[in-house]
Structures are given as structure tokens and as C-alpha cells.
């Protein structure tokens, strides 16, 4: 049996010569780098600086200069220890790095952290202008406080303070002091308890009014928190002469509460005269709020006298965006006397755009002026927009596309050339984010004549998301082939065989919804090529046996276009293969869209539904799809109605 000393002897002398057999990888060893070894070296200083081990990246540091992605890991090691940093370090990081996005968010986690570390007169030394956040605004004038500026530093508190809404934690010390040293005065609680009316904000009414002690300002306080929960009571408040400015704002406040809970009996107090005593500038701002009001509500629930004053209202209203709505229910009802005068009322430079001159067109031929009718729609033929196609097709004329080419001056880029390495390597490494914040940020400080270019370099690197996000930038309208990218066609020419759709439709769906971005996610958690909710793909995936594991497969193109071509199927099979109902429902839902068919009662035809969709964005959203379906065609060759006879023929 071997002694113990022997053993021990024999095990150092194993870990030597494996410590001497060990092989030295070339980033540490010193050779040259190929990319996938700058890849693994780049990875492995991420995990050190995510540890805080700042010293192990710098000792390999110059093994990564070539690399274009380190200067991401600058970034991160900037933000380790950042509250022990002088100002003038953090500054010149951010001139130096000016062509990064990154450089555009240093300043908030520096101030955050001089402000955890309370080192105010740095932050000051630092931030010398007020900043635009409300947290950060917070912390500018703590550091005014802590920093002996009293004066400003209250100044800067009573702008924080005076919000209808509750303000950011931050604030609370500032705050604090504020209300130690000299007191919130009644009037600015009131202040802020009209500005939390405004915001709808109840509960911090609620809190603000026992702050109020003297007899005058509790009264007032007290009407207000009444108006908000009864603001017929406002009908007390207009019997008693003239009111002061403070009772004016009371009452217009409620009376547009009252417009938009009961406007009928907001009408009555019109008609009844009890707003006499109102100035002409807040009877005419709630007369349009009102009439604004009465617009939604069906023509049948309103009497005639209702109508009259409404229609008089807006008639001698400023407001174009309420003439529009005024304009649209007169389609809604086909009153096509009353679209012809409607339109006409309308300012010179709204009333000559393609929607509106497609409408006074339409207007003046259902009324017997069919030559000036016929004369409007064809001006609006052969240009880029869903009245000129719709026109077009009213006429029953073709129409086409002509592209005028676009010359490529790589000299143009060149001096890019370091950014588009660093998006490239971020796109092939899936550091999807980052890339759309390289090139937005690319974009924004280039000539239009460079984004021209980088649109097209971006469309030959089949970055399909980032050649629209350029053509959007550099207002490249007609240029389609770079607007419009192929982008995934073999899968959606796949899944609209699988599922007996047209391909155009799928590809313009995910052109509207996601500019062909797979990885793109909504306010609303919205996500992928076709933007759907991971609620609406685990019940598609449920109940047509779809493979799907979790809202991550979402960005997976393949899985979203399944996912979403079968949605889009199902909704086209509830609206008997109606596109215009199903890219509303794909939209707004189907039951908004079942309940705007019930409302109009198949009175409508396709043009008409179209335009008086109440909800904008869903309005743009169905015309914005049909006109990418023309200009899909355009570039796939292939054939194909901007409207099918059955949408056409459909009363809605």
C-alpha cells in the first residue's frame, strides 16, 4: 500500500501536468482573432462585467478593437461604479461615443446614481440645465435643495407639484421640504385639485382637499369633489349673475363631465339659457364639446331641435377635425346633398385632398352633377393612395405603377460602413433591439440623399425591417420595390396555400402590422411579423391543434405567419371571405365590427362602411392593407381586384 506522503505526491504531480497540458486559448494567449473567437471573448468579458470584474475586461480589451461590437461593452463597464465617476469622465464618454445610441442613455442612470449616493453637487456639476422627465426634474431640484439653493430648488418643487396626477416617489423629500419651509398655499392645493378634475383623478382630489382648512377655500373645495361625482349639480352655480374665474373653470369643467355622461340633459341647460353667464370663449368651447358629443349618439335618439343646434354649431365651428366627423355622418346616412355641402364647408386645403374630393365627387354624381362629379374622380386617377385606386375602380379604369430608378453611390456610405458592420454583426448574432436602435440612430444623422442610399443598402442586405424604417425616414413614396420588401414571401405563400388564401393578402397583412419587423412587440404585448396577442395564439394554437410553447414563438416567422394566417382564415370564414371586415376585425375586434354592422343595418356600401369606421386608426388600417395588396400585385406580377365583386356588392 502507497503512503499517504506518496499520494499526495502523486496528485500534485497530476495537477501540474494537466495545468502545463491545459490549452491557452488564443484571446488570452495573444494570437490573432478569427470572429467566432471575438464572439466567445466578447461573451465571456459580458459575463465579467455583469459581475462587476471590470480589470478582466481591460486585460483582453485590445484583443477585441476589431471586433465592431465592443464598444457595447464600454458601455457597460461605464455603468459599473458610475456614482464614483466624475462628470467630466461620463461627458467625454458621451462626445466620444456620439455615433452610438447608447450615448443618448448615459445621463439618467448617472443621475439616478449620484442621487442613490446623494452626491448632489456633482449632479449639478453634471446635469446644469433642468431636465425633461418628471423623476429626473425630481432629483435636479433635491440637488438645488441639498446644494443650499432654496429658492429655485422650491420654484422647481411647485412646477413638479402642480400635476393632476400623482407625482414620482423622487419628489417626496423635495416635497417635504418645500411644505416645512414655506408652506403650500390654499390656492395652489385648489390648483391642483382642478387639474386632478381634468385628469379624472378623484382620489387625489380627495386627499388634496384635506389640506384645505379656511371656510371660503373648503366651500370651494367641496363643489368640486360634488361636480365630479354629480355634475348636473353645476345647474345651482348658473342662477346667480356673472361668475368669477375660478367658478367659471368649476362649471365649464362640469358641464363637460355632464355633456359626455348625460348629454341630453347638458342640452336641455343650453336650451333653458343657464349658460348665459358663461364668457363667449367657454360657451363656445363646451357648445363644440357637446355637439362633438351628440355626433356619437344615433340620428334617431336625437330630436330635431337637437340636430338643428348641433349641425349649427359645428357649421360655424373652426374645428376641422369635428367637420370631418360631421362629413362622415352624412355618408354614414348616404345624404349625399348633405356630404356636397358638409365638404364644401370644410377650409380650401383640406377640402382639395384625395378623400375629400373622392367624397365631393361621389356627392355631386348621386346629385345630378354627374360631368363635375366624373371630372373629380378622374383628376384623382393614376396617383399612390386608396381614393385614387378607389376612384379608379369607380371608373372601372385600370391602374398601374411606374418606378422611376434609383442611381447607388456607394461613396455615399462610406463613411458608415464601421455602423453597418456593428448592425450586421448585431442582426447575426439576434441582438435584434440593438440593431433597429443602430440604424434609427444612423438614420437620424444622415442627408436624405445618404438615407436614400442606406435604404438600398439595407434592401440588397435583406434587412426587411430596417429598408421601410429608411424608406419611411427618407420619404421614399415611390419607390415601391424598397418600401414594400419580398420579405418571407416562401412562407406566406406556403400557409396561404395550406390555409386557401391569397398570399398578397397575407404579405400586406404583415406589411401593415409589423413593417416586417419578427421581432416586433407592442404597447399592448402585441408581438411578431403579425402582431398577435399571445392570448389570441394560444387559443388559435388550442383549438386547431397548432404547435406552440409560449409568446416566444411568436417571434419565430414561421410559427407568427401560422399562428396569424389561421386567425386572419377564421375571420375570413365569420365575414364570408369580406377582407374589408375581416382587416377591421383583425384590427379593432370582432365585436366592434359586428356591432358597426348592426348600426348600419346594410345601408352601406363598401365605400361608405369604409369611411365612416369610427375608430381612425382602423379606418387607416383596412385602406392602408387593400392599397398594399395593389402594390404587392404590382411587384409579385400577379393579377388580382382591389376589391372583390362579392365586397363590392355586400350592403354593410
Not at 207 to 228: C, E, P, R, V, W
Request: charged share 25%; glycine share 4%.
Amino acid at each position: 500500500m502507497m503512503s499517504n506522503r506518496f499520494e499526495s505526491y502523486l496528485v500534485v504531480l497530476c495537477l501540474i501536468l494537466a495545468a502545463c497540458c491545459v490549452v491557452v486559448s488564443p484571446a488570452i494567449a495573444g494570437g490573432k482573432l478569427s470572429l467566432e473567437e471575438q464572439r466567445q471573448l466578447y461573451d465571456q468579458a459580458q459575463q465579467w462585467l455583469d459581475n462587476k470584474h471590470v480589470r478582466k475586461y481591460y486585460r483582453v480589451k485590445s484583443r477585441l478593437e476589431a471586433y465592431p461590437l465592443t464598444p457595447y461593452l464600454d458601455y457597460r463597464s461605464i455603468l459599473i461604479n458610475m456614482a464614483q465617476k466624475p462628470p467630466i469622465v461620463v461627458r467625454n464618454f458621451i462626445n466620444s461615443h456620439a455615433e452610438f445610441p447608447f450615448s443618448n442613455r448615459i445621463t439618467a442612470p448617472y443621475l439616478e446614481a449620484l442621487a442613490r449616493h446623494k452626491k448632489w453637487s456633482v449632479l449639478l456639476q453634471f446635469q446644469r440645465t433642468e431636465p425633461r422627465q418628471e423623476k429626473y426634474r425630481c432629483y435636479y431640484y433635491t440637488a438645488k435643495l441639498k446644494t443650499g439653493n432654496k429658492p429655485e430648488a422650491f420654484r422647481g418643487a411647485q412646477s413638479l407639484w402642480l400635476s393632476g396626477k400623482s407625482v414620482t416617489d423622487e419628489c417626496n423629500e423635495l416635497f417635504s421640504s418645500w411644505e416645512k419651509s414655506e408652506g403650500i398655499s390654499e390656492k395652489l392645493v385648489l390648483e391642483r385639485m382642478f387639474l386632478a378634475f381634468e385628469q379624472r383623478q378623484y382620489s387625489l382630489m380627495r386627499f388634496l382637499k384635506k389640506k384645505i382648512i379656511s371656510d371660503d377655500n373648503q366651500s370651494l373645495a367641496g363643489m368640486l369633489l360634488t361636480t365630479y361625482r354629480h355634475p348636473e349639480n353645476v345647474d345651482q352655480f348658473l342662477k346667480h349673475g356673472p361668475l368669477n374665474e375660478q367658478m367659471l373653470r368649476l362649471v365649464g369643467l362640469g358641464l363637460k363631465k355632464l355633456a359626455f355622461q348625460k348629454p341630453a340633459l347638458a342640452y336641455q341647460f343650453v336650451q333653458q339659457g343657464k349658460l348665459k353667464y358663461l364668457d363667449s370663449k367657454a360657451r363656445t368651447a363646451f357648445f363644440e364639446y357637446l355637439a362633438g358629443i351628440l355626433l356619437n349618439e344615433d340620428d334617431i335618439k336625437l330630436s330635431e331641435s337637437m340636430k338643428k343646434w348641433r349641425d349649427n354649431v359645428i357649421s360655424s365651428s373652426q374645428n376641422t377635425p369635428l367637420l370631418e366627423r360631421r362629413i362622415r355622418e352624412e355618408i354614414r346616412y348616404g345624404k349625399w346633398s348633405g356630404i356636397y355641402d358638409w365638404v364644401n364647408k370644410l377650409p380650401h386645403s383640406l377640402q382639395s385632398t384625395a378623400r375629400w374630393q373622392f367624397w365631393l365627387g361621389l356627392s355631386e354624381i348621386k346629385s345630378g352633377q354627374g360631368a363635375s362629379g366624373l371630372d373629380k374622380l378622374e383628376q384623382l386617377s393614376g396617383k399612390r393612395n386608396f381614393y385614387s385606386v378607389a376612384a379608379a375602380s369607380y371608373l372601372d379604369q385600370s391602374f398601374a405603377y411606374t418606378e422611376q430608378p434609383l442611381e447607388y453611390n456607394p461613396a455615399l456610405i462610406k463613411p458608415y460602413q464601421t455602423s453597418l458592420d456593428r448592425i450586421q454583426e448585431l442582426i447575426d448574432r439576434n441582438k435584434t433591439e440593438a440593431s433597429k436602435s443602430e440604424w434609427r440612430w444612423l438614420l437620424g444623422r444622415t442627408s436624405p440623399e445618404e438615407q436614400i442610399v442606406l435604404a438600398q443598402y439595407a434592401a440588397a442586405a435583406h434587412w426587411y425591417h430596417l429598408t421601410v424604417v429608411a424608406t419611411i425616414e427618407a420619404q421614399l413614396w415611390e419607390h415601391l420595390e424598397l418600401r414594400f420588401p419580398k420579405a418571407y414571401l416562401q412562407l406566406f405563400e406556403f400557409f396561404a396555400d395550406k390555409y386557401k388564401i391569397d398570399p398578397v393578402t397575407l404579405i400586406s397583412l404583415a406589411r401593415q402590422e409589423s413593417a416586417m419587423d419578427v421581432q416586433a412587440y407592442s404597447p399592448v404585448g402585441a408581438k411578431g411579423l403579425m402582431q398577435l396577442l399571445p392570448s389570441t395564439a394560444r387559443y388559435m394554437a388550442k383549438k386547431y391543434q397548432l404547435n406552440y410553447k409560449n409568446s416566444r414563438d411568436l417571434f419565430n416567422a414561421k410559427k407568427n405567419i401560422e399562428l396569424g394566417s389561421q386567425y386572419l382564415t377564421e375571420l375570413l370564414e365569420r365575414y364570408n371571405g369580406n377582407r374589408i371586415l375581416a382587416f377591421a376585425a383583425y384590427n379593432a375586434g370582432p365585436s366592434r365590427v359586428d356591432l358597426w354592422l348592426k348600426r348600419s343595418s346594410g345601408n352601406l356600401d363598401v365605400y361608405r362602411f369604409i369611411e365612416a369606421i369610427p375608430f381612425r386608426e382602423t379606418r387607416g388600417y383596412v385602406q392602408n392593407i387593400l392599397m398594399f395588396e395593389t402594390y404587392y400585385r404590382y411587384l409579385l406580377d400577379m393579377e388580382g381586384n382591389f376589391l372583390y365583386p362579392s365586397e363590392l356588392e355586400l350592403k354593410y
